[in-house]
Each structure stands twice: as C-alpha cells, then as structure tokens.
C-alpha cells in the first residue's frame, strides 16, 4: 500500500542516518588527524594566549609601580650617598599623564582578554583591542623611557634613575611580546588554522585571574609594609616579592612588631596563591605541552619503524592476508598479524614516553640554565657600584634560584632590584617545572636503582637474586634481539570481565559518573529481562539483539570506571578486540584492515603530497574506513585517552543500535495499525489519526 503519509517520517529518517553518518565522519577526521597538527599552530592557539593571560598582568603591576614613584633622584655626596638613598625629583606633569594613559590601556587590553577567556566577549572583538592596547601602552612607556634618558637631565649634580624607571622599561617589553603573540594567534584564526575561540581546560582558563590575584596581593602587602616600616614602597614590591618567593634574602626585614604580625597571615596566603600559579602553569606546561610533544614524536618513530621493516624486506607482515594460502605462507593469521602489529605500536608508545621524559627535562633544565646564566649577567651588570664579579653574580642567582637566600650577596642598586623581582618570577615556576620533569627520570632512575641494589644485598624482595638477574638478562637480549613473534594465546571470548579489577588506592568516580554509571545499570536490566522475554516467546533475532545491546552497556558501564585512573589504562591487545567486536568490527575479517601508510598528510599539507596508500584507502563510497595499528587512523595514535576513545565510540554504537532498535518496533507498530484499519475499514480522518498517534508514541519511546 502506498500511503503518501509515509514520505516525510521515510524522508526525516533518512536525513538523520546522513547527519549521523557525517558526524562520525568528522569525528574520525578529527581524531586521526589531532597528532599530525603542527605543534606551532598549537603554540599559537593555546599556549601564547595563555603567555599573554599571565604575563598581561604582570606588566600592569609594573606600571604601577612606573607611576607610583618619581623616576629621578639626586645622588647626595659624601660617605656612603647612593642612588638608593636620593633626593627625590618630581616629574612633570605631561610623564605622568601619558604614563596612567598607559596603565589604562593596558588595564582595558587584560579586561578585554580575560572576557575572552571566559567567553564573555567574542573573539573578533577582544582581540583588536587587546592588541592595540598593549601597542599603544607599549610605545608610550619606550617614548617616556627615552626622554627621561635623554631630555630630563639635571646639569651639574649627580643625578640617577629610580626603580620606577626599570619598571617602565620592563612593562615596556613585556606588552610589545605579548601584542607581537597575539598578533600571531589572531592569524592562525584567521587563516583558519584553528576556530576563533581559546578551548582551554578550566585551570588554564583561570590561570589569569590568578596571576591578577598575585600580583594584586603582593601590591596590596607592598602598601600595606610602606605604611607599617615607612620604606619606599618599591623597596616595598622587592621585599613582598622575595618572602612570598621563600628566597628570604634579609636586606629588608620588618622591624616592628605589627610587621612582624601581619608576616604570618601574609606569607602562607601569598604562598597558597603562588601555588595555585605554579599550578595552573604546570597543568599547561606538562599536560597539554607533553601531549603534543609526545604525539610527535610517536610519529617520527612509527615512521622511522615503518621504513626500517620495508628495508629488511619485512612489510609483507603490514600487508593484510586476504587467503588461507597467503596465511600458510607467512605463518600467521590475519588476527596474528594484526596483534604483530598492535605490539610493535606498543613498543614505539613506551620508546616514545620515555624520550618524550627526557625531552621534556632537557628543555625545562635548559630554560632553567638560561636563566641562571643570563641572571649572573644583570645583576653583574647592575650592581657593578658593588664591584661584584661575574662568579659572585652567579653565585647569588643559584642560592636565589633554589630559595636559598643566604643574604651575603644583596642587590643595591635601582636596577637591580626590579631586574630580581622579574626574574625571580620566572625562575621560581620553572625550577618547579625541573623538579617535576626529574621525578619522571633522573629520580625515578635513581630510586629503582636503589631498590634493585637493595634486593642484590641487604633488602631482598620478592623474587629471588637469580630471577632477578635472568629478567635481567632477558630484558637485555630482548631488546637488542630480533623482532619477538606474538606468543601469547588469541581469544575469541571477552577477556573476563574487563575493568572489575579492585584498585587499592581507588578513591571512588565522580558524582557525574555515578550517575551516568545507574542509568546505564537500568537499561542493562531492561536489555537483559527483554532477551529473556524473548527467549521464552522463541524470538531468537530480538534475543540476540538484546543481549548485545546487554554487551555494550555492561561494557560501557565498566570502561567509565578507567576514565579518572592514573596513569590511564592502558587495554591489552585482547581487550581491543572486544571493544572493536562491539562496535562492528572484527580483527579476523581483512575487510577493515590496510596496509600501514609510511608518510601521512597533516591538515596543513597540500593533497597532492597525500601518501598513495592513504589516497587507495580514502573511498567515500565504502561503509567501514580501513586502518591499520600502525597508521594514522589507529586508536593509539591520538592524544586522547584510551578509556576515553573506546567510550566515545561505544556510546556512537549503542545509539545506533538504540535507534534502530526503536524505528523497528516503530515499523512492526505502524504494520500492525495499518493491519487493524485494514480489517475494520475505518474512515480516512480516523486512520490517518490513528497512524499519528501511533507515530508520537514511537518519537516519545525514541526520546525516553
């Protein structure tokens, strides 16, 4: 029967199996393509919004301090006359109206960049006025600098330029190097590199407001001690900076006892502020900053890997076996070959984590050292008044780079002093940075050494000395041996049940998760008491169907339990092959399966230069995209977590399956209410009704 009602449901069902269709799509998309990205266009999208988020405030606390003190002294003479202890000069009134013109541009450019953050002002507008605004305070300040040089000089008296002076120059820098990248950002955007938008987690996203809540705290104690001690109150801003610093370096210290008082709450708030900094630059710096690194370099080796097999003439174990007769020749099935190649992806992710360690220490210890050298160089320079050596310069950035702060070497001058509040506000977050790069490595290496010598003599272990030195050994010749065969035995069963292990250390998932976890537990009953129902009526098509549909939520349920561990899970090779049975694919069947591409197109390449194998493999007309462990399509080669991934597109098969599940009993309801009408006869208006009804029952099941 040809109903003409049937054309719109059939035509809105069509269109949303299309619309499915292209979102997987462009989610496979995204994540096969997420390691290939150029680490710059990630500098520029995230890591240099977030430089201006952090440094953007800083240079506005140095403006204040370029305004709250005149820039000139006269040097008094006789025995012991310093620039530190002069005659103050008052500016004129034009340097300090262009310079709190600065300060509010520059105040206006962090507004407008932090509503950004949080998504309170578009893209499009925030970011030429933070750009310009930093501009246009940065030229001021290097125009004032200049004249203050060069036009206001005193003739005929000593004269010297206070720390306030310093502050403008280093405010000065600060905004033209953030302007510059963020001018680099705004043209990723607009070449499209990335979406005009800061996708930042919720620690990077804060990370300027506690930057602003630091810097405002150390001001606010600076005014508080220039009341209390009556000392200058830049003197002031030095001393805040080097106690909530713990350098503790004693050229300043409180004398009275309301100083002494208000240290107590002031330091342990302005250390818990700093952590929380310290913090948020760590989540950026060792987060998302070794994701990237990591991803690149486990494609330099997955390519390095690729290309030494087609040397020695074993790429025949990537190429897919299509026969019994190709499988008898290699040795191997396909589900073999297939886990062959899921162990040698293992190997390239551990050789990579632990380069990527190493990397990772490297460049936090060398930008630490560029700043223990080039410390020693300002304050040499700065305190030459003091005749201090360069070794002597050395020796005060180390015991004020480690918090140590001896006090026998101390800066005097009007430059140095701002040099060391900048500097150390560099330094410190970076040693903390080397501190945790050398856990992952130059400590963990130590502490296994210790444990293991200690199994060898007074401390021994669990295993016996002579296990110890065969795993020794075997770990040794495996490594330098040729490439292992897989030995252990294929399943074809799910291996046990996945995830029910009991952690010791569990502290439970989160209230979000939970209640994810009951929602699922109640569809997996109904699933399991529908195929039950279905096996006492002798349906065995919808038995099936319900306990697969029991399958994928009970796995769904478990795979949410990994998501909060740490390290992240990791799934065995056994293990992916239950996920991928569940969500269609089998490891046995070759029709998924491709031959690794060597060289692979990032989104930034031309297509022409796409790799042949990829271009063979990329058929908008077939149903399944092929893939293989070792290419860029493969689950272990994006930078999301494995619990993550399988979850996602576990949820993706179970919605389909739900769907359908529903438009079939919407099919069998509206059969059967044509079936109805059909014997009875009923007039047109009452069947037409009838069939909408039925209808809006079937869209409320689908919703529910």
């Known amino acids: 029967m040809n109903d003409p009602g049937l054309d719109e449901p059939i035509q809105k069902q069509s269109k949303n199996v299309e619309q499915e269709r292209k979102d997987e799509e462009e989610f496979q998309k995204e994540d096969e393509q997420a390691f290939l990205d150029p680490s710059r266009w990630w500098f520029a999208s995230t890591a240099f919004p977030l430089l201006a988020g952090t440094f ?47 300060l509010v541009l520059a105040l206006i450019a962090n507004v407008a960049l932090l509503l950004n953050m949080a998504r309170r002002l578009s893209f499009a507008i925030a970011q030429p006025i933070t750009i310009v605004g930093w501009f246009i305070s940065s030229v001021l300040l290097i125009a004032l600098v200049v004249t203050a040089t060069y036009s206001l000089k005193l003739p005929g008296q000593d004269r010297a330029l206070t720390q306030a002076f310093y502050y403008a120059i280093l405010a ?32 990077q996203r804060t990370l300027m407001l506690q930057t602003i809540s630091f810097m405002v705290y150390m001001l606010a104690g600076a005014a508080v001690y220039y009341k209390v001690e009556g000392w200058q109150f830049l ?46 630059i760590r989540s950026l710096v060792l987060e998302r900053g070794k994701k990237k690194l990591g991803s690149r370099i486990i494609e330099k080796k997955r390519e390095q890997l690729l290309k030494k ?69 300002v304050f040499w320079k700065a305190e030459h008044a003091q005749e201090w050596s360069y070794f002597g310069s050395l020796y005060f950035a180390y015991t004020s780079l480690l918090t140590i702060g001896y006090g026998d070497y101390k800066n005097f001058s009007n430059a140095g002093k701002p040099a060391f509040v900048f500097w150390s506000l560099l330094a410190v977050p970076t040693l903390t940075i080397v501190i945790s790069n050398m856990g992952d490595t130059v400590v963990k290496a130590i502490r296994d050494l210790t444990d293991y010598l200690g199994e060898f003599t007074v401390l021994p272990g669990e295993n016996p000395t002579r296990q110890r030195a065969k795993q020794l050994v075997r770990s040794v010749t495996s490594r ?58 002798g349906d065995e098509v919808s038995r099936d169907a319900h306990e697969y549909h029991y399958q994928l939520v009970r796995e769904f349920r478990n795979v949410m339990k990994h998501l909060d561990e740490t390290p992240p899970r990791r799934y065995t090779y056994e293990e992916w092959a239950w996920f991928l049975k569940l969500m269609g ?34 058929d908008k007309e077939q149903e399944k995209r092929q893939w293989s462990w070792l290419g860029n399509r493969s689950p272990l080669m994006g930078e999301v977590d494995e619990p993550e991934w399988v979850l996602e597109r576990l949820s993706i098969t179970l919605e389909k399956e739900l769907k359908k599940r529903h438009e079939e009993e919407r099919q069998r309801r509206r059969r059967d209410t044509e079936s109805n009408t059909a014997k009875k006869v009923p007039s047109s208006s009452g069947s037409s009704k009838t069939l909408e009804q039925q209808e809006r029952n079937g869209e409320a099941s689908v919703s529910k």
């Open 235 to 280: 003197d002031c801003v030095y001393f805040t900076n080097y106690t909530l610093l713990t350098v503790g370096i004693g050229d300043y210290a409180p004398q009275t006892h309301t100083g002494r008082a208000l240290l107590f709450p002031y330091a342990i708030g302005g250390i818990v502020i700093l952590g929380l900094v310290v913090g948020s």
């Open 309 to 377: 097999m087609h040397k020695k003439g074993q790429h025949h174990k990537l190429t897919p076996i299509t026969s019994d007769e190709k499988a008898d020749e290699l040795g191997m099935s396909e589900r073999e070959r297939r886990k062959f190649e899921f162990e040698m992806m293992r190997q390239i992710q551990d050789h990579a984590n632990q380069r990527q360690k190493w990397n990772a220490l490297f460049i936090s210890g060398s930008a630490w050292l560029i700043l223990w050298l080039v410390g020693g160089v």
């Open 480 to 537: 330098f041996g040729k490439d292992n065969e897989p030995r252990e035995t294929i399943m074809d069963e799910p291996p046990g049940l996945i995830g029910e292990k009991e952690e010791e250390d569990s502290q439970g998932p989160h209230r979000r998760i939970m209640a994810t976890d009951h929602l699922a537990s109640e569809v997996e009953n109904e699933e399991l008491q529908a195929a039950g129902e279905a096996q006492k009526r």
């Open 585 to 618: 694919e089998d490891e046995n069947n070759q029709s998924s399966h491709r031959k690794p591409p060597i060289n692979v197109r990032s989104s930034g390449q031309k297509k022409e230069e796409l790799d042949m194998q990829q271009a063979t493999t990329d």
């Open 56 to 102: 953007g405030p800083m240079a506005s606390a140095f403006s204040v301090c370029a305004l709250v003190e005149n820039w000139r002294v006269i040097v008094p003479h006789g025995p012991g006359g310093n620039e530190a202890h002069g005659y103050n000069v008052k500016d004129p009134g034009w340097l300090i109206a262009i310079n709190t013109i600065s």
């Open 172 to 203: 000065a820098g600060i905004y033209f190097v953030i302007a510059s990248l963020m001018c680099v950002t705004v043209y990723g955007a607009y070449k499209e590199h990335y979406p005009q938008e800061f996708k930042l987690t919720m620690s």
